[in-house]
């Protein structure tokens, strides 16, 4: 977790301090250096804790990274949706990504200890599991414009908030009043 930290925050320190449009040759350089930083990892797992665990791994990692493509559709979806400009969708995209990261760490722990005391939940998360890819797979509550989003529009009665971008802030003071962007 340390070290996960670190990566983040030397990546949001450096990269996201200046809004840019990321181009290919950085985006190249970075799956390069985080893969790099994955291989580093699983052959210290490997070493340290033997060839099994470093397998388990390198599979986890493997079946991870494949996973996370069908994100960058997602992402294009946010980002054309609330129309973030290109120079700012990098830090919006290391928002998102921190943001699901904890929020998937809380939700595994609850999870497993939920899973631990009431083995029925398993049934119950299967179902909804099924009934969110029959939804995907049937079209059926897509939400493409953020205006019918209903968490979105919970979290604007209750925070004040602006449609207009303001450079990188997150919240920027309007005619006397903190707003977030």
């Excluded at 950085?26 to 790099?36: M, P, W």
């Excluded at 930083?37 to 397998?55: E, I, M, N, Q």
């Excluded at 949706?81 to 595994?108: E, N, T, W, Y």
Aim: net charge positive; charged share 15%; aromatic share 12%.
């Amino acid at each position: 977790l340390a070290g996960l930290v670190a990566i983040f925050g030397v990546d949001i320190l450096v990269m996201g301090r200046r809004p840019h449009v990321v181009r290919m040759r950085e985006a190249t350089l970075s799956v390069i250096g985080y893969v790099a930083l994955a291989v580093l990892f699983g052959a210290g797992v490997w070493l340290l804790a033997g060839a099994r665990y470093g397998t388990e791994f390198c599979a986890g990692y493997i079946t991870e990274l494949s996973l996370s493509v069908d994100n960058l559709f997602v992402f294009v979806v946010i980002m054309s949706s609330f129309a973030v400009p290109a120079d700012l969708q990098l830090k919006v995209l290391q928002l998102g990504i921190v943001g699901a990261l904890i929020l998937r760490g809380l939700f595994i722990a609850v999870g497993a200890v939920a899973l631990s005391y009431f083995t029925w939940l398993f049934f119950l998360f299967g179902a909804f599991l099924l009934w969110t890819a029959w939804k995907l797979a049937t079209g059926h509550g897509s939400e493409t414009d953020p205006k019918d989003n209903k968490i979105l529009q919970r979290l604007e009665r209750r925070l004040p908030t602006t449609t207009e971008y303001h450079g990188g802030k997150y919240a920027v003071r309007l005619h006397g009043k903190r707003v977030f962007t």
